[in-house]
């Protein structure tokens, strides 16, 4: 038997498969050292292996040919055990050396992977079906169920899914067929993490599940409603300490939810929002252990905040008391603070937010918000939150606020306004002309960049004008238009004191009335991303209305 390092330099010679990871991983496994853990480096010393098995036996390079033969024994081999479980169920011993070679053949399979563009063979050659089969099979100790889901995995690989579109598409489809999500689950619910084979195979289950949803995001929907959503949630909520495996989880539940209101929708059927509030109250009061707790409960704020884009998860979250939770996150100064802010711009804003409004309010959430408002915390710029962002949210907040509160909560928010001299009034005058100072500076390079454009002759298309667009954005224009927003709401109050200020304040500053009613204008024709005609266009006359009076 040659050695480690000889038969490395064999398949080197042989196959001039070199890359990366996947070479460092391959010298560590000749050198017999252990490999660092990653999907790559844990599957390309098996790759090699099965390259060198190939060299032994055939002496030829695997081509078309040899991986059609490589699936029919696979076929063979995986009816032959199957056949005799069926016939000698109780012993063992029978069908365990049909088990050793079909675990043989199945390691051999992973240089398929190296071939994306022969994916359609394993289609059409039924072995996609069979290695389905044995992913059902009732005992999750054969050899050939693990190796199944690392096959898979290797599959699956992004990276790899894009080397060969069609080749791609074909697995995936016939996958999908398959039911391989609503398998893959069952798999995983008779799984015991406690065993560590067995927790590396639920990570490798969810590693299939992110690659083919990053390939197809559309499949989503489906993967949710085969089970999947309903395992992530239990799994996320389940009383064992902090480990990758729960990480993932919270990065596949992220995934699902992404620009997706059918998922969000069966989250909350399933009190998916409740789940998360509790997993998040973890983090009232005390930060994250490690840097990998901290990216777990990023990613179940970004869930929650996916969440609340639909109206129905706004009254379960409302319901639930999530905002009492996050008002506490930004009282308790913790690095929840950050995202606590997040998610409560996502409930409150819009017409949908307006029962979200009165309730902050009623929990005495304004004066929780203002102080953050009248200054950006140096905890929260520690914590790597430009101020643009954490002023963009608060701004958010108290626009919605403006927007949606009536009667005595609307004169509560007003009140806070007139506080100590109109303190409030002066340091949104503040913001206002820092943000438009920002924007100006922006527009003047887009001008440059149109300028240039028109003289070598290029056409200014709706594609580039909607660039030019998201630019005047990012840097600061939306920010620029809550501000102005509330400065034209403030005044129509009907308190003269804050019309007077705002207007003393511009005056000062050489600011223009024209200028915040230019921004309102473009603010309204910008309206309705999402919404319908008709209140669009309400919310288009209802500004328009207010800069009549400003």
Known sequence: MASRREMLIEILNYSGFIGGECFLASVQWAAGRRCSYSPWTLQCPRT?????????????????????????????????????????PDTPGRFMETELDLNDIIQEMHVIATMPDLYHLLVELNAVHSLLGLLSHENTDILSFKDVVDLLQELTDIDTLHESEEGAEVLIDSLLEGQVVALLVQNMERLDEQVKEEADGVYNTLAIIENMAEFRPGLCTEAAQQGLMQWLLKRIKAKIPFDANKLYCSEILAILLQNNDSTRELLGELDGIDVLLQQLSVFKRHNPATAEEQEMMENLFDALCSCLMLAANRDRFLRGE????????????????????????????????????????????????????????????????????????????????LQNLKAQQRTRLLSKFTENDCEKVDRLMELHFKYLEAVQLADKRIEGEKHDMVKRGEILD??????????????????LQLLCYIMVE????????????VHQILNLRGGSVKVVRHIMREYAENIGDGKSEEFKESEQKRIMDLLENF
């Open 490 to 501: 403030i005044s129509n109050s009907g308190i003269s004191q804050l019309q007077q200020r």
């Open 322 to 401: 999530g905002l009492q939770l996050m008002n506490l996150m930004l009282r308790e100064k913790k690095m929840s603070r950050t995202s606590a802010l997040k998610v409560l711009d996502h409930g409150m804003i819009g017409p949908e937010g307006s029962d979200d409004c009165h309730k902050f309010v009623d929990i005495l959430g304004l004066r929780t918000i203002f102080p953050l408002f009248m200054k950006t915390p140096k905890k929260m710029r520690k914590a790597g939150t430009v101020d643009k962002e954490h002023e963009e949210h608060v701004c958010s907040i108290i626009a919605s606020c």
């Open 462 to 479: 709706d594609v580039m004008e909607d660039e030019f667009y998201l630019r005047r954005l990012d840097a600061g224009l939306f920010v």
């Open 48 to 88: 090699f292996l099965s390259l060198y098995y190939r060299m032994q036996i055939s002496g030829e390079p695997v081509d078309e040919s040899s991986v059609k033969k490589m699936i029919l024994t696979f076929e063979k081999r995986s009816y032959k055990n199957q056949e005799l479980r069926i016939k000698f």
